[in-house]
């Protein structure tokens, strides 16, 4: 029964419009060298339930490594439950919990929460490449995300000592051709810098704005546009007051 599921899960993964959700672009360790595990698999008519108390591993090509994982994945007929998702590695901590439904229909409605006191985009990168030109970003942050995949209703606060503080009421198609996020956004101190790639331009930037975005993929970096009114504004030295900013990142011309 169980991997009958799984398999069900990851068929349904790599089936989706657009390309596969979750599978894309990953590059999974083909070698695991060490593992612990703790695990317990219960099924009945109705449900599949994996209570993961502890798993360890260390795998490599490419190298990556879980000190501990736990928490309870709940898999019925159409939907998976996540309940107190722990994840930490030599340099991220994560938690997650909520649900997915609709699997089958091909754009399932989500609703997740997901918080990390440091997340390492360059430990992550090893397994997913895309990620790479951020690989020296350490963010915390806090997400909620709500309502079906191609128009997800996404609240984050995000803080990162490079590139400052993001708050933000977004929309995010992970379904579409290109995945893009779009919306309204507060920023602290933020720093164009490190999400622009092949640009030594820095920023401190302080106000709100919008942004309509690309999100990696297929190794192209971010890439979109923003409008930015704010209070405070210094961009390459020059600093200046309720200043009206547009701008594009990684576009074939920087404006």
């Known amino acids: 029964q ?12 790599e089936s989706q419009p657009g390309g596969p959700i979750g599978t894309s672009g990953v590059n999974v360790p083909t070698v695991i060298e060490k593992i612990d595990a703790s695990v317990g698999v219960s099924s ?11 798993v360890a591993l260390r ?17 019925h ?8 998702l722990s994840l930490r590695t030599e340099e991220t901590s994560l938690r997650v919990g909520g649900s997915i439904r609709g699997l089958d229909s091909g754009n399932p409605v989500i609703n997740i929460k997901a918080s990390s006191d440091k997340f390492s985009v360059g430990e992550l990168a090893n397994v997913l490449p895309a990620l ?12 909620n995300a709500s309502g079906p995949a191609d128009r997800l209703d ?3 606060n995000a803080r990162e000592k490079d590139v400052g503080q993001i708050a933000g ?19 602290q101190h933020f720093n164009v810098g490190p999400l622009a790639r092949g640009t030594a331009v820095k920023t401190d930037i302080t106000g709100r704005g919008k942004i309509d975005l690309s999100l990696p993929s297929n190794n192209q970096p971010f890439r979109g546009t923003y409008v930015v009114n704010a209070q405070r504004a210094k961009v390459l030295g020059y600093g200046a007051r309720y200043v009206l900013a547009r ?8 404006k």
């Not at 169980?2 to 993964?13: A, E, G, P």
């Open 77 to 84: 007929e159409d939907s998976v439950t996540i309940e107190n």
């Open 2 to 13: 169980w991997q009958h599921d799984l398999s069900t899960t990851l068929d349904y993964l």
């Open 59 to 75: 795998g490599s090509n490419p190298p990556f490594g879980i000190n501990d994982l736990s928490g309870i994945v709940r898999r």
């Open 169 to 187: 009421n977004l929309l995010v198609d992970t379904l579409g051709p290109e995945r893009r996020v779009a919306g309204d956004v507060q920023t």
């Open 44 to 54: 009945d008519a109705n449900e599949l339930t994996v209570d993961v108390h502890h």
């Open 132 to 143: 790479q030109p951020y690989e020296n970003l350490q963010p915390a942050f806090e997400i």
């Open 247 to 254: 701008g594009c990142i990684n576009c074939p011309l920087m």
């Open 154 to 156: 996404v609240q984050l």
